[in-house]
Every structure is written in structure tokens, then in C-alpha cells.
């Protein structure tokens, strides 16, 4: 089976349908080597959450979307239409999860640009949960390009110092919700302009 290399998605796992004998093969490009040690500290497991490969058959077609376009990840069903109606109208695709297995796994195989999560999605306290876990984990390169939003009723909206302490973008109260729009517009404008300095930065630095 040739598949050019351009139409691979980069530095993401995938999956794509033998035409032979129609089963799935898993392609997981994320780099692992096998001298990586592993990590001394106790962890949630979030890798063995990762499910087998026909509970979500579906969503593991390969997907080719267009250079542009943003991708989203909703994990708020309490507040999903909310957030549905302001990504769509910033034009972004929209995604869902079924469960908190089903969260991770999606979160492995597709880059998302902006997630956004529930402080008690699952049914999970936020520290053991382990979407948070996996957001919280990954490395620094990819983190950086997505947007997390956490929403709860434990945050005070826009508060800087909680959303540093939780390694997200922004912090929203629940009864927050009707600005939801505004909320968005301010804390992506304000991380769009960091991020563009940050990276004109390292250009200059010659480490970009």
C-alpha cells in the first residue's frame, strides 16, 4: 500500500482501511523511542484507556481536512450548545466525545486547536481526571498550539493566576456563560498576540 507522504497527516496517529482485506491498521507517528524510561512517579494510566480498535470504528476513519481549518473539541455536555453556537460562529469544525475514554483516544489521534472542558467532565474531579491528565502531559511543542478552556463553577472568568495554576488558556465561571462570546474574543486576541511575539521571537533566537 504507497500513500504519499503530503497526504499523511504530520506527527499524529491514524488509522486507514486495508483495501485488501479490509481490516483497520493504527499508523502512530508520535515520537517514542524505546529508551525512553519510563516515569518513576505514580500516574493515571491515560495510554490504557486508549480503546480497542472497533469500540469507536467510526471516528477512526482518516480524516483529511483542509491547512485551515481549526478543529474543536467539546467536554461540556452540560453546556455543549453554548460553546457549539460561539466555536461555530469563530469557524470552527466541531467534535464531541462519548465518554472519557473515548476523549483521550480522540485526543490522540487528531490535533485539536482549542478544547474545551468541564471541570467535572466524566463525573471526574479535575486532578484525576484523566483528559486533564493527558492535556496536562503532553509536550510543550504540541500544548502550546491548542487552546484549552476549563469551565466550572470554581473559577473566577479571566482570572490569570487560576488558569496558570491549571496549565489552561482561560478560566470561565459557569454563571458566566451568557458572555461566553466576549470571554472567547478577549483570551484568544490576548494568547494570539503572545504567542506571535513568543514565536518572533525564537525566529530571532534562530530556534524556530
Not at 14 to 27: A, D, H, Q, Y
Not at 32 to 41: F, G, N
Not at 69 to 74: G, P, R, T
Not at 103 to 119: C, D, G, N
Request: hydrophobic share 35%; net charge negative; glycine share 4%.
Amino acid at each position: 500500500m504507497n500513500i504519499p507522504g503530503e497526504k499523511l497527516p504530520k506527527d499524529q496517529a491514524f488509522s486507514i482501511t486495508c483495501p485488501g482485506c479490509k481490516n483497520k491498521i493504527k499508523i502512530d507517528q508520535h515520537l517514542k523511542t524505546k529508551d525512553t524510561p519510563p516515569k518513576q512517579e505514580e500516574a493515571l494510566d491515560t495510554a490504557g484507556m486508549v480503546v480497542n480498535q472497533e469500540e469507536f470504528e467510526d471516528d477512526e476513519e482518516l480524516v483529511i481536512y483542509d491547512e485551515d481549518d481549526q478543529l474543536a473539541l467539546i467536554l461540556d455536555e452540560k453546556n455543549q450548545s453554548a460553546w457549539t453556537k460561539v466555536l461555530e460562529s469563530r469557524g470552527y469544525k466541531i467534535q464531541y466525545a462519548k465518554s472519557l475514554e473515548h476523549a483521550v483516544h480522540k485526543m490522540k489521534f487528531t490535533h485539536f486547536h482549542f478544547i474545551a472542558l468541564h471541570e467535572n467532565y466524566g463525573n471526574q474531579d479535575l486532578d484525576n481526571n484523566p483528559v486533564y491528565k493527558t492535556l496536562i502531559e503532553m509536550p510543550m511543542v504540541i500544548r502550546r498550539n491548542i487552546f484549552v478552556a476549563l469551565m466550572g463553577k470554581n473559577f473566577k472568568t479571566l482570572k490569570n493566576m487560576q488558569a496558570f495554576h491549571k496549565s489552561v488558556n482561560v478560566v470561565i465561571n459557569e454563571s458566566d456563560i451568557e458572555k461566553l462570546e466576549d470571554v472567547l474574543k478577549k483570551s484568544i486576541s490576548e494568547i494570539e498576540i503572545f504567542y506571535k511575539v513568543f514565536k518572533e521571537t525564537l525566529h530571532s533566537a534562530g530556534k524556530a
